[in-house]
């Protein structure tokens, strides 16, 4: 059994972690919208916008996984550890389609520039979920703690009396 300080610590990383996936969504969020505009300034901003999400989703997995090995080592009960694992996945995912992505877009090709403008419209849905996951997990863990007791300040000086 974890201490309420690690627990805490695992929720602000979660937390943490929520807010790079809305990030990751945003940046191909937008990377979309500018894919679909055709000129080759804006596939050029999607372009940038994708090798963000590549760094963020990234980021995203690396410490998915280091906060999934902290469980074990920590010896966190199955449930937990377990909670983590469909994150974890779609982490890895959103890596690869948003490092796929960044790859077909660079292309001369028309048809390699539409695998990537599909790479990208993958991504943001892996995005969607991953964030949406994460938001989820954080309300779940926080549902799991033990509940603090909170003391109105009168009620406090009432009894100190």
């Given amino acids: 059994m974890s201490t309420p300080a690690e627990q805490n610590l695992r929720q602000q990383s979660l937390r943490r972690l929520g807010g790079l996936a809305h990030q990751t969504r945003a940046s ?91 790479l990208v419209a993958s991504a943001l849905g892996l995005a969607d979920r991953l964030a949406g996951a994460l938001d989820d997990g954080v309300g779940a863990w926080a549902a799991s703690e033990p509940a603090k007791r909170v003391v109105p300040v009168a009620a406090r000086a009432a009894a100190a009396g």
Avoid: M, N
């Fill in 28 to 118: 191909l969020r937008a990377a979309d919208r500018f894919v679909t505009q055709g000129g080759a300034e804006d596939r050029d901003t999607a372009s940038w916008l994708v090798c963000t999400a590549v760094e963020l989703a990234s980021e995203v997995a690396s410490d998915l996984d280091s906060l999934a090995k902290g469980l074990r080592e920590a010896g966190s009960d199955a449930a937990r550890q377990q909670a983590l694992a469909p994150s974890r996945k779609i982490a890895h995912q959103l890596h690869a389609a948003c490092r796929a992505a960044d790859v077909y877009l660079e292309q001369d090709s028309r048809d390699d520039q539409d695998t990537g403008t599909w």
